[in-house]
């Protein structure tokens, strides 16, 4: 989903945080609730415009929960793999020492939580081809058609 210009702020922002090694607490905590606000103002805009043409949309948030937008939708998807696979990852993509990439997971929600919550959870711990088939699968199934 494109998020016009407040996508580009929250990329900045995103990336000014893995630049930066961290905001100070206070900072990102008054940060989150500026750039939130805006990006789940965009998106409840975009739903209410994609509503109008479609019966199935598909939103992409990696903090549906953290912006408490799991409330508006019918049926959540959870990408998971352990903690150490993600840690592995995170110093991969970000190139992070593994404590500054552990101390990005802990800053998050707990895996538990997200798995909790999940309807579905599609584990990503293999390779990409094997979280596809399984992407595939969810959308050949539709497992949320009984839910709405």
């Not at 998807?77 to 593994?98: F, G, K, N, T, W």
């Not at 802990?106 to 711990?125: C, F, G, H, W």
């Amino acid at each position: 989903m494109a998020l016009k210009g407040h996508f580009l702020w929250y990329n900045f922002y995103v990336k000014l945080i893995a630049i930066t090694g961290g905001i100070a607490t206070g900072k990102l905590r008054e940060l989150n609730c500026i750039m939130h606000q805006k990006i789940k103002d965009e998106i409840l805009q975009q739903f209410k415009e994609l509503s109008a043409v479609n019966d199935e949309i598909f939103v992409e948030a990696a903090v549906l929960f953290e912006m408490n937008l799991d409330k508006y939708v019918d049926f959540v998807v959870v990408a998971d793999c352990p903690d150490e696979i993600r840690i592995q990852r995170i110093i991969s993509r970000d190139h992070l020492s593994y404590e500054e990439a552990l101390k990005r997971i802990n800053s998050q929600m707990p895996r538990s939580e997200y798995l909790k919550r999940a309807d579905l959870v599609i584990d990503t711990s293999g390779d990409v081809t094997k979280t596809i088939e399984q992407a595939f699968e969810m959308l050949n199934k539709k497992p949320w058609c009984g839910r709405i």
